[in-house]
Structure formats: C-alpha cells, structure tokens
C-alpha cells in the first residue's frame, strides 16, 4: 500500500523466458519461403488507404523493379500497380498451378495404373500360354 492511498501497486516481473523459433518469411507474391533477407516494401505515405506491406523474396523483387522502370505511370499507386502486375504472373492462384500439379499427378497415376493392367495381362496370357501346351 502507498501511504496517503488506497492503491495496492503491485510489480511482478515475469520470470520465465520463452524461447521463440524464428519462423522463415513467405512472399507476398509467390508465396515461396525466404530464408535469408526478405525484401519489405511499404507503400509511401501519399498512397490511399489501407496502405500495405508487402515481403518480397529476390526473384519477386527484381521482377517488380523491372516492372516499375517499364511502367509509365508516375502517381502514387505506382508501386501497387505494379506489384499486382508481377502477382498476376507470378502468384500460384494466377493460372491455377495447383490445379496443374494435381492434373499432372492424375496423369501420372493414370499412366502407372495402365502400365500395371497391361502387366498383369500379359502374366495372364503367358499363364494360359503354358497351360495350353
């Protein structure tokens, strides 16, 4: 108690340290893991709101700065502009890669399940081959 008052203070420190792992960051754009220096571009004040922060691994980054020196556009939105230019090619959602992969394992499932029925009718026949002689 503090004299003069009827406040209790009460000051407890925290005494167990936590340890936390440093997870990697992922790109904004390809959604790739950065392992080592993430790229964070924050859009300048000027821009309308929300103004937003992106994390951009190398290859996102040079492909964005080669996007900003072509682009004629000079206002503010330049950046924002320009980064969805570079997310409308580079982004997994962009041409529907998961649906790529999955056609392409499909594929090859389907080609591992005619190679085995094409195996196991040629044991059958070389099985009624050899019964017949």
């Known amino acids: 108690m ?3 008052n009827d406040v209790t203070v009460a000051a407890r420190r925290e005494t167990t340290s936590k340890t936390r792992q440093r997870r990697p960051a992922r790109c904004s754009v390809c959604k790739g893991v ?3 220096r993430p790229i964070v571009l924050r859009e300048p004040a000027s821009v309308p709101e929300p103004r937003r922060l992106w994390v951009l691994c190398r290859n996102c980054h040079d492909a964005l700065l080669a996007e900003m ?3 004629p556009v000079n206002s503010p939105m330049r950046l924002r502009i320009a980064l969805g230019l570079v997310a409308a090619e580079r982004s997994p959602e962009a041409y529907g ?3 790529h992969i999955r056609d ?5 499932g389907i080609a591992v399940v005619l190679i ?3 195996l196991l009718h040629l044991a059958l026949i070389v099985a009624l081959a050899t019964m017949m002689k």
């Open 97 to 99: 890669l998961s649906t």
């Open 69 to 71: 020196r072509r682009s």
């Open 104 to 108: 392409r394992r499909r594929f090859v």
């Open 116 to 118: 085995v029925a094409m």
């Open 2 to 4: 503090l004299s003069g």
């Open 34 to 36: 950065i392992w080592l």
